[in-house]
T-cell receptor, first 115, second 116 residues
Framework: GNSVTQMEGPVTLSEEAFLTINCTYT??????LFWYVQYPGEGLQLLLK?????DKGSNKGFEATYRKETTSFHLEKGSVQVSDSAVYFC??????????????FGQGTILTVHP | EAQVTQNPRYLITVTGKKLTVTCSQN?????MSWYRQDPGLGLRQIYY???????DKGDVPEGYKVSRKEKRNFPLILESPSPNQTSLYFC???????????????FGPGTRLTVL
């Protein structure tokens, strides 16, 4: 079955530091890949997506590239801010069959950014 | 405003007392789903629905029921809640895109349930 593995957290950084959160996946076929963000007390919001190999998703300074050869979708940001403190989830969605529409999530990574 | 709403946001109950968590979306989405979020496990799908009167089990359906009598509503029913159902629950919805694996799901704000 499908699975997503994220680097274990929590991650604590100083403002303006470089961020990487690793994500690898196992899936059949050609999944779409997502990063969702959950701010304290809120639901999940889509941060960025990539739907095919070598696509780069980007939003709010965050980037992730769909690497089929390494089955990875690592999240990066060059300079984090205190407002980026949140929980980040890597997820995939497979096409067709009974799994249509289902998102498979990683366990989440808590990011805390200090001033 | 396009949104997914859930009620209640917080609920404390006792073992065996039936409860319903409501979910409603105003985006005319065909697909709706319930997830539960537990520490270290991420989100896991409980049930989903691809349209009115069409529902199916996700990965962790035991102890839950759902119904989809209207397109906009997808309530989650716990007939006899137990402490292991203490969790954070999210409802989500999306369009159904034929022939595509991409489906951006929009999430509600969550319902924190505690079963004593």
């Amino acid at each position: 079955g499908n699975s997503v593995t994220q680097m274990e957290g929590p991650v604590t950084l100083s403002e303006e530091a470089f961020l990487t959160i690793n994500c690898t996946y196992t899936a059949t076929g050609y999944p779409s890949l997502f990063w969702y963000v959950q701010y304290p007390g809120e639901g999940l919001q889509l941060l960025l997506k990539a739907t095919k190999a070598d696509d780069k998703g980007s939003n709010k300074g965050f980037e992730a590239t769909y690497r089929k050869e390494t089955t990875s979708f690592h999240l990066e940001k060059g300079s984090v801010q205190v407002s980026d403190s949140a929980v980040y989830f890597c997820a995939l969605s497979s096409s067709g069959g009974t799994s249509y529409g289902k998102l498979t999530f990683g366990q989440g990574t808590i990011l805390t950014v200090h001033p | 405003e396009a949104q997914v709403t859930q009620n209640p946001r917080y609920l404390i109950t006792v073992t065996g007392k039936k409860l319903t968590v409501t979910c409603s979306q105003n985006m005319n989405h065909e697909y709706m789903s319930w997830y539960r979020q537990d520490p270290g496990l991420g989100l896991r799908q409980i049930y989903y629905s691809m349209n009115v009167e069409v529902t199916d089990k996700g990965d962790v359906p035991e102890g839950y029921k759902v119904s989809r009598k209207e397109k906009r509503n997808f309530p989650l029913i716990l007939e006899s809640p137990s402490p292991n159902q203490t969790s954070l629950y999210f409802c989500a919805s999306s369009l159904l895109l034929s022939g595509s694996s991409y489906n951006e799901q929009f999430f509600g704000p969550g319902t924190r349930l505690t079963v004593l």
